[in-house]
């Protein structure tokens, strides 16, 4: 049987707590050979990342997580095997980044007005400074006990929905696909949940959409099934992992505990050879 790989892990590049030195060395420990760091809009932990898991048997795949502005909401779609040095794709991120900022000022006003004086500077003292999330804000309203918990955080205030919520500017689905193929990688489809807007797929699929990411924590077996018949209906690729943040937020178990087979990843390098 084939080892998995696991294709879907963040860092303190973004919204993770380990460093991509500590979680490559952490998916050594548990018998990964095969990653790959997507971490939210910035790539500035793959070099690290490559270079530790040079020194304990582990390949990283070059990978990110970015957020596009669809139906009101956002979609995630993870890209893979781009060329991360890439000038256009550099500042895309790093406008990104920007407007994640703006953004998590926007929800510390929000929050402000709502009488609970969080400052920015509490949220950015959970960072590295290099991709600004949700997670740090949650952390910094638990920190400063204004949230029990970390996921009342998101429930009570910043969740999808919620009152302090704040979308991010940020681009299409189309032009989030083309900016990684541009770049020459993969790009897919993040953990769709239940359901994936028909329209949307085809829209993405139009664009260049090369998988959907099938493996994911919040899919039940029965989706999982779903969404494969999906991949083979349109003859698009498989990705999956573990959304694996670093440990401290009920994710302790489930690092090497979900993948893709290894088999599947040689899938994805033939459709880059053959584009
Ligand atoms: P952002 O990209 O800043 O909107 O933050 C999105 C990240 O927040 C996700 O990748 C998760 O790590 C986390 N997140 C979003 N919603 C929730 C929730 N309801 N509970 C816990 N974590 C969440
Ligand atoms: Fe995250
Ligand atoms: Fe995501
Ligand atoms: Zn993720």
Avoid: W
Wanted: proline share 4%; charged share 25%.
């Amino acid at each position: 049987m084939d080892g998995i790989a696991d294709l879907h892990l963040h860092t303190t590049y973004s919204d993770g707590t380990l460093s991509p030195g500590e979680l490559v060395r952490k998916a050594a420990a548990v018998g990964l050979t095969l990653i790959s760091i997507t971490d939210h809009d910035s790539v500035g932990g793959l070099d690290e990342a490559s270079d530790v898991g040079k020194t304990c048997g582990v390949e990283v795949i070059p990978g990110m997580e970015l957020s596009a502005a669809f139906d009101g909401s956002e979609i995630h779609i993870l890209g893979y095997f781009m060329d991360y040095h890439n000038q256009n794709l550099a500042d895309s991120l790093s406008g990104f980044r920007e407007e994640r900022l703006k953004r998590a000022e926007r929800i510390v006003n929000k929050l402000n007005r709502m009488n609970i004086p969080l400052s920015m500077e509490s949220v950015l003292a959970n960072t590295t400074g290099d991709s600004v999330g949700r997670p740090h804000i949650a952390t910094a309203l638990v920190s400063e006990g204004h949230a029990e918990t970390y996921h009342q955080a998101f429930s009570k205030y910043i969740g999808d929905g919620r009152p302090a919520y704040e979308g991010k500017n940020n681009f299409s689905p189309e032009e989030t696909v083309r900016l990684i193929s541009d770049a020459g990688g993969l790009s897919f489809l993040a953990h769709p949940s239940h359901s994936i807007d028909e329209d949307l797929l085809f829209r993405l699929i139009e664009a260049g959409l090369d998988g959907i990411e099938v493996v994911h924590p919040s899919h039940s077996p029965e989706i999982i099934r779903y969404y494969r018949g999906i991949v083979n209906e349109y003859c698009l690729l498989e990705s999956g992992g573990s959304d694996f943040h670093g440990g401290q937020r009920g994710d302790e178990q489930i690092l090497g505990q979900i993948g893709i087979p290894i088999s599947t990843v040689n899938i994805m390098r033939r459709r880059l050879f053959s584009k």
